[in-house]
């Protein structure tokens, strides 16, 4: 690294540019980090008490999963992602990082059910094939110099198909269209992955207060925790081993 005694003013500047960037996004995939563990606690958290050393489900698991109550673990999620980037301008950034956290939370008793249906082996695997593949498509899209935005305008639209679709195969119930809405979903958030970093990364400005630079995190952090949840469900549903 170049001694800063012997930087112009424009050098100096590119580098405390490049080391905000750097600690920014850090940030971003800190935030992502602790609220994937979040998930996946409550997940299995939930998991426990949802279900008896027989197998059986326990009054808690029957509450969640088969009464009317399982539709509101299903769209809170939905509903606190909405309310989250509707309200984080005007939230203090501790509390949008909170809410993230407890939304993170929420998400992962929603998802437990899928630790009923998979087996443990190949969550672990699919969890880490994601995992692999988020990471050298987030590395792509924060390293490359091609503007992504029009393949993000392209992929934004196909999510929005894709979502009609699975509306649609809820009430059709076709293992054909699941297949189809689970190779094209890979497809799509791989894509949203690579958009959404360089995205994020353009977000950055070094003259944001702290303030401001956490709530970008924390958006941003939620956006690329979203890309990652979605493409490991849309992978489980094509490679998972069912109980």
Do not use: C
């Not at 960037?21 to 299995?44: D, E, K, P, Q």
């Not at 979502?163 to 949203?192: E, H, P, R, T, W």
């Amino acid at each position: 690294m170049q001694d800063p005694r012997f930087m112009s003013s424009t050098q100096a500047q590119a580098a405390n540019i490049d080391a905000g960037l750097r600690a920014y996004m850090l940030g971003v995939y800190n935030h992502m980090t602790i609220g994937m563990a979040i998930t996946g606690f409550f997940a299995y958290l939930t998991k426990i008490m949802s279900v008896t050393s027989e197998g059986m489900l326990t009054p808690f698991g029957a509450a969640i999963y088969t009464s009317p109550l399982k539709w509101l673990v299903m769209l809170a999620p939905l509903g606190m992602v909405f309310w989250l980037s509707a309200k984080v301008q005007t939230m203090k950034p501790e509390t949008a990082r909170n809410l993230f956290y407890a939304f993170a939370a929420i998400m992962g008793i929603s998802l437990s059910s899928l630790l009923l249906v998979f087996t443990g082996e190949s969550i672990i695997r699919v969890f880490f094939l994601t995992a692999a593949s988020f990471s050298a498509l987030s590395i792509y899209g924060y390293t490359t110099k091609k503007n992504l935005t029009s393949l993000g305008s392209f992929l934004i639209m196909g999510l929005v198909g894709l979502i009609l679709a699975s509306i649609v195969n809820i009430f059709l119930a076709s293992s054909a269209m699941q297949f189809i809405i689970s190779v094209v979903g890979v497809l799509i958030f791989a894509g949203l992955t690579a958009y959404d970093t360089q995205r994020i990364k353009l977000m950055y400005m070094a003259s944001d207060d702290r303030g401001t630079a956490l709530k970008k995190s924390i958006m941003g952090a939620l956006t690329l925790y979203l890309d990652f949840i979605n493409m490991f469900i849309m992978l489980l549903q094509l490679l998972g081993n069912r109980e």
